[in-house]
């Protein structure tokens, strides 16, 4: 018999198997270092990249608001050290080294697109393909470099993608079907160098065959979900759903997944068996856009009944509540979202907007302000916190901070 689970159970499991509910650093003093960053990010698999850098860059936001105030040199540090590489996983992030195997079936199939002309970065045809071989042998005669290092006048920001340069888009390609990989990042710009300067031995030309290696990534995707259907599990490492299910039908029969079923959804959910069942969840967190929790916008309405959609690329005049606008998790709901600019030229963390929502309850508000300095602090933002009064939660917010 197949056990049924709340929803609101199915909720706290998600939020605990995240990694919220710890207790988390209270104020600027000694906060998490290098063992609680490992730990995490083993607990969530990867660390989504994102160059938007209007309130926090993406990677950054996911350990605040699991761990609190910390300083993020040393989870640089971590991110880019010999531990942690980079690779497209789910988009680009960071993932713990002995992951990068079982991504080798994907870089053969980026090879097999770029030999198609099928690429998002370019094609064998191309001018930057005729650059990859001249990459290569910079690589090798000069170690690991950033593009930047290796651009002259004549190849900057002449291509379509973002203002890549050719060898910028050699190098993603080179990137994406794995003959060069990360060395790290210097001011965020991503550091090349092939594959025998910076990997150890235990992963240097290991790949993994693709079915083993979707069973792996399916495990590490349920256990960070600890409850979830298939295209939960599925979605978190950008997998098909046609690779994905003989991987949970595998985990099944191993038991490591068992079936269940969550009222209100229409679909079949699987637990994890070691996800833990905790009878409340005590949390307050700003959810970046690309935190796992929110990411897989379906099962944030399905979770949390609320609904996701960033707009950074929607054009002002259509957005309906911000450039980049965060929700608020409070406990195991999500009851408001509110739109951040950390305006670091004059210490200000700016409340561009902010929005209630139908789980908003009367104490949150004072809980929102307290997380909206916390937030402050850790950026390093000694102003006061400016709140320009668009949104259904702006008055009383703003009201709430004056009164602090």
Same mark, same amino acid.
């Given at each position: 018999?197949?056990?049924?689970?709340?929803?609101?159970?199915?909720?706290?499991?998600?939020?605990?198997?995240?990694?919220?509910?710890?207790?988390?650093?209270?104020?600027?003093?000694?906060?998490?270092?290098?063992?609680?960053?490992?730990?995490?990010?083993?607990?969530?698999?990867?660390?989504?990249?994102?160059?938007?850098?209007?309130?926090?860059?993406?990677?950054?936001?996911?350990?605040?608001?699991?761990?609190?105030?910390?300083?993020?040199?040393?989870?640089?540090?971590?991110?880019?050290?010999?531990?942690?590489?980079?690779?497209?996983?789910?988009?680009?992030?960071?993932?713990?080294?002995?992951?990068?195997?079982?991504?080798?079936?994907?870089?053969?199939?980026?090879?097999?697109?770029?030999?198609?002309?099928?690429?998002?970065?370019?094609?064998?045809?191309?001018?930057?393909?005729?650059?990859?071989?001249?990459?290569?042998?910079?690589?090798?005669?000069?170690?690991?470099?950033?593009?930047?290092?290796?651009?002259?006048?004549?190849?900057?920001?002449?291509?379509?993608?973002?203002?890549?340069?050719?060898?910028?888009?050699?190098?993603?390609?080179?990137?994406?079907?794995?003959?060069?990989?990360?060395?790290?990042?210097?001011?965020?710009?991503?550091?090349?160098?092939?594959?025998?300067?910076?990997?150890?031995?235990?992963?240097?030309?290991?790949?993994?065959?693709?079915?083993?290696?979707?069973?792996?990534?399916?495990?590490?995707?349920?256990?960070?979900?600890?409850?979830?259907?298939?295209?939960?599990?599925?979605?978190?490492?950008?997998?098909?759903?046609?690779?994905?299910?003989?991987?949970?039908?595998?985990?099944?029969?191993?038991?490591?997944?068992?079936?269940?079923?969550?009222? !209100?959804?229409?679909?079949?959910?699987?637990?994890?068996?070691?996800?833990?069942? @905790?009878?409340?969840?005590?949390?307050?967190?700003?959810?970046?856009?690309?935190?796992?929790?929110?990411?897989?916008?379906?099962?944030?309405?399905?979770?949390?009944?609320?609904?996701?959609?960033?707009?950074?690329?929607?054009?002002? @005049?259509?957005?309906?509540?911000?450039?980049?606008?965060?929700?608020?998790?409070?406990?195991?709901?999500?009851?408001?979202?509110?739109?951040?600019?950390?305006?670091?030229?004059? !210490?200000?963390?700016?409340?561009?907007?902010?929005?209630?929502?139908?789980?908003?309850?009367?104490?949150?508000?004072?809980?929102?302000?307290?997380?909206?300095?916390?937030?402050?602090?850790?950026?390093?933002?000694?102003?006061?916190?400016?709140?320009?009064?668009?949104?259904?939660?702006?008055?009383?917010?703003?009201?709430?901070?004056?009164?602090?």
């Amino acid at each position: 018999m197949v056990d049924t689970i709340s929803a609101a159970r199915a909720r706290r499991i998600a939020l605990a198997a995240q990694g919220f509910g710890a207790r988390q650093t209270a104020g600027t003093g000694s906060g998490p270092g290098t063992r609680q960053f490992n730990l995490l990010l083993r607990r969530l698999a990867l660390l989504q990249i994102d160059s938007v850098n209007v309130y926090e860059r993406s990677h950054y936001q996911p350990v605040f608001a699991r761990l609190g105030h910390y300083d993020k040199a040393l989870l640089d540090a971590v991110t880019y050290g010999k531990g942690v590489t980079e690779y497209w996983a789910h988009e680009a992030s960071f993932l713990p080294i002995e992951t990068l195997p079982l991504m080798a079936w994907r870089k053969n199939d980026y090879r097999d697109r770029f030999l198609a002309g099928t690429s998002e970065t370019g094609s064998a045809e191309s001018a930057e393909a005729s650059m990859i071989p001249w990459l290569r042998a910079e690589l090798a005669a000069k170690g690991p470099m950033r593009a930047s290092e290796i651009e002259h006048d004549s190849n900057r920001r002449q291509g379509p993608w973002w203002g890549w340069s050719e060898v910028k888009r050699g190098l993603e390609t080179m990137f994406r079907v794995g003959d060069v990989v990360s060395a790290g990042r210097v001011r965020f710009e991503r550091v090349y160098a092939l594959p025998e300067q910076v990997l150890p031995a235990s992963v240097l030309g290991v790949e993994v065959p693709r079915e083993e290696a979707v069973r792996q990534l399916m495990s590490m995707s349920a256990r960070a979900h600890g409850i979830g259907t298939l295209k939960d599990f599925a979605d978190y490492f950008r997998l098909k759903t046609v690779d994905a299910l003989p991987a949970v039908l595998s985990l099944v029969e191993e038991g490591e997944l068992v079936p269940v079923e969550v009222e !209100g959804w229409s679909k079949p959910a699987w637990l994890h068996r070691d996800a833990r069942r @905790p009878r409340r969840i005590e949390a307050e967190a700003l959810l970046s856009p690309f935190d796992p929790v929110v990411w897989e916008r379906s099962r944030t309405e399905r979770l949390f009944d609320f609904r996701y959609r960033i707009e950074i690329y929607t054009p002002e @005049p259509k957005r309906v509540y911000g450039y980049y606008t965060l929700p608020v998790l409070i406990d195991d709901r999500l009851p408001a979202r509110i739109d951040l600019k950390s305006d670091r030229q004059s !210490g200000v963390l700016r409340v561009q907007s902010a929005w209630a929502e139908p789980a908003l309850l009367p104490d949150d508000v004072p809980r929102i302000a307290a997380l909206l300095r916390r937030a402050a602090a850790w950026q390093n933002l000694p102003g006061d916190i400016h709140v320009t009064g668009r949104g259904t939660l702006a008055p009383a917010l703003a009201a709430e901070l004056a009164r602090a």
